[in-house]
């Protein structure tokens, strides 16, 4: 499964959006992109997935580049309770999830 | 989503001995993995559990000190044997989101984990 690059963190205001970045040059075009958030040492919750088409759901939005190398989580509201590590996977046929760093969103009010 | 439960919830456990987690699943799942993660650190896969059969381990992970059953589609333990206190982490137990063949694109979720303290 390719890797992927997140910066270590980012911080924004409650009620503005939250754009969290990630980068996957080397993804192939049978790989998604996953996105999980863990909060203080709780399991990780799932977010949302894409392979190629934006996708939404009631949590957030994904946008994926064209040439799928980068895509971007948005969260459009953010709450204070939206601060959390956030994890950008690429997973393909494997199955596995292989997890990064992450990135730890600060959401101060 | 399948809903996981987890037990225990948190141990503190004396050097030397062994600790069974449980991951109980309300659903029949195909896959069942075990992350552990270590304290400020990311998760890592420790195996894949695999109904019927010897689990898969990941690189740096062997049978002898994480010794891991599934006798059925919706659960699955973890052993930590002969625990040191470098063993102290969270424990985390993932399902597939259906049954049957693997979907391609299909969820991953988390129980809620194992915190461990080894003394």
Redesign the interface.
Known sequence: DAKTTQPPSMDCAEGRAANLPCNHSTISG?E?V?W?RQIH??????II?G?KNNETNEMASLIITEDRKSSTLILPHATLRDTAVY?CIVRG?S????????ITLSVRP | SAVISQKPSRDICQRGTSLTIQCQVDSQVTMMFWYRQQPGQSLTLIATANQGSEATYESGFVIDKFPISRPNLTFSTLTVSNMSPEDSSIYLCSVSQIRGPQVFGEKLFFGSGTQLSVL
């Open positions: 049978n998604y996953y999980y040492s709780q399991g990780p919750q799932y997935h392979l994890y046929v199955s596995k999830l292989t997890f990064g760093k992450g």
